[in-house]
């Protein structure tokens, strides 16, 4: 059975409705997993979504803040939700499809602007974050299952535009890579991606900052598709829809698409 799962950070989900939208009518994934939906689920503009093909959902919601949810068209059941660091922050759900296949959707913390976690407490959030991460998926060690999301670390030094200038701004800072790195092993997880496309610069994330962030190019690679070790063989077509980036009033973020066959 062919699937296709999509990630996006859409930075607020009901802000960007239409963007979404947008997507959906043009991928047309199976499954699609948002973070920083910035929305109480109540609130997630579903019956948008189900008019276009899209009826399921499960969600852990806050307002105004973090947030993640799946939309689906195909049957799914809510597989519940781990609460990292224990601060009842909605940075986590997961969705049984019909399959057995789980889909898990993370929003890792973004850790602040100083990479120091004795003067950061932002910092320290994301590197426990990731430790307990690292734990989960070791005690649980996922079969058949996905994980998806914005983990905001680019690990590899194509990942972003300079290596060298970026090894001391958060998101490519060699702790948090390595900690990323830990997690990744712990749960036996394939970064499906890199394994699809294992060569050259890739980017998900460009800077509201920059004033033509296509020109300048100063990207990373902070959005994941991970698949546990027993299924990744099935995936394929892996690709980031860098377009998205330059709609009207878009996510700093771009979709990241992968296809299962299962």
Known sequence: MPITIATWNINSVRLRAGLVARLLREEEPDV?????????????????????????????????????????????????????????????????????LTVHNVYIPAGGDVPDPDANEKFAHKLDFLRELRDWGRDGRPARSVLVGDLNIAPREDDVWSHKQLLKVVSHTPVEVA?????????GWVDVTRRDIPEGRLYSWWSYRARDWSASDRGRRLDHVWASGDIAAAAHGSRIRRDVRGWEKPSDHAPVLANFEL
């Open 32 to 100: 699609l997993c948002l973070q920083e939906c910035k929305s109480p689920v109540d609130k997630i503009p579903a019956a948008q979504f189900a008019e276009l093909g899209y009826p399921h959902l499960v969600a852990r919601g806050q307002k105004g803040y973090n947030g993640v949810a799946i939309l689906s068209r195909l049957p799914l059941e809510d597989a519940g939700h781990v609460d990292w660091c224990g601060r009842g922050d909605a940075r986590h759900v997961a969705a049984r499809l019909e399959n057995g």
């Open 179 to 187: 900690h990323l790195g830990d997690a990744q092993e712990a749960g």
